[in-house]
């Protein structure tokens, strides 16, 4: 079964841990300072990357939820000048104002 993202996340932060305290026994088979190095700043990136992600998607919730309240005002409004409308107008004119002509 493939892992999650947060679950290879972990898994990367242990292996950067254990690399970093392992170093000089891993550099015998080829994990070099500049390779460690670039493994560390990569994993900070992504992390930096992903924080950044999720302060967005609240951002897009909190939009959401605004837009949502907006619309709900938006579409009150509406109905109380769609009745003016079918009080006041013919019938025949109701499409000119976007509503379909029916009673």
């Known amino acids: 079964m493939a892992l999650s993202y947060a679950e290879r996340m972990d898994?990367?932060?242990v292996m950067v841990d254990g690399?970093?305290?392992?170093?000089?026994?891993?550099?015998?088979?080829g994990l070099?300072?500049?390779?460690?190095?670039?493994?560390?700043?990569?994993?900070?990136k992504v992390r930096r990357v992903n924080?950044?992600?999720?302060?967005?998607k609240a951002r897009l919730k909190e939009k959401s939820a605004e837009l949502e309240a907006e619309c709900a005002?938006?579409?009150k409004i509406a109905?109380?000048?769609?009745?003016?409308i079918k009080l006041?107008?013919?019938?025949?004119?109701?499409k000119?104002?976007?509503?379909?002509?029916?009673r």
Not at 19 to 29: F, G, S
Not at 51 to 56: G, I, M, T, V
Not at 88 to 94: D, N
């Open 96 to 102: 000119e104002f976007g509503i379909q002509a029916k």
């Open 51 to 56: 924080s950044e992600q999720e302060a967005l």
């Open 19 to 29: 690399c970093t305290a392992h170093q000089e026994r891993l550099a015998k088979r």
């Open 11 to 13: 898994e990367i932060t």
């Open 32 to 44: 070099t300072q500049e390779l460690l190095t670039r493994f560390i700043e990569q994993h900070g």
């Open 88 to 94: 006041e107008m013919p019938q025949e004119s109701w």
């Open 73 to 75: 005002v938006l579409f």
């Open 79 to 84: 109905a109380e000048v769609r009745k003016i």
